[in-house]
């Protein structure tokens, strides 16, 4: 299974959430290989629900050893939060081709993301990626060495498309 069909999935079955990571950057015009899906999800129960419930139907399961049940309940997921510092629930896809991370941690950013978001129209389908800005903000804060190169990349695409006035 590729990304474009998750998100197609989790789409159709009700999942609000913004595109970030190297997806995002590739959508805006990057051309780094990733190899997992970064989304921020709106955390309310019935959006997040529909994510947990198709990845699982995909055969995928979360990294971190809790069952499904205790996967779905949004209060366990805000106490993990809060409790345990958890930043991303990361679901794997049966054969390790896949992983997909819920970005729970950013869960508080998701309207303004959302609101900042580019709308993205694929295969008939409308996403909404992180805005260039929004992805530059959370890769500085990551600091990593990928994240550091991925800015340079990032405000290259938004000189190219944002001209000076």
């Keep these: 299974m590729n990304y474009l069909e998750i998100l197609r999935q989790l789409t159709d079955a009700g999942g609000d959430f913004v595109i970030v990571g190297g997806v995002a950057a590739a959508l805006h015009g990057g051309n780094r290989v990733t190899f997992d899906l970064d989304l921020v999800l709106d955390l309310r129960p019935a959006s997040w629900a529909a994510v947990v419930n198709r990845l699982w139907d995909l055969g995928a399961r979360p990294r971190m050893p809790e069952t499904k049940d205790a996967l779905l309940s949004v209060e366990n997921v805000a106490r993990w939060i809060d409790e345990k510092g958890l930043l991303a629930v990361t ?56 994240d550091l190169l991925d800015i340079e990349t990032l405000e290259s695409i938004r000189r190219r498309i944002e001209p000076e006035a």
Excluded at 114 to 122: D, E, I, N, Q
Aim: no cysteine; aromatic share 6%; hydrophobic share 40%.
């Design 91 to 146: 679901m794997r896809a049966p054969d390790g081709s896949v992983e997909v991370d819920l970005l729970v941690g950013e869960h508080e950013r998701f309207p303004d993301l959302k609101r900042r978001a580019k709308s993205v129209t694929l295969q008939g389908r409308t996403y909404f990626v992180a805005s260039i800005d929004d992805l530059i903000e959370m890769k500085r804060r990551a600091g990593r060495l990928q």
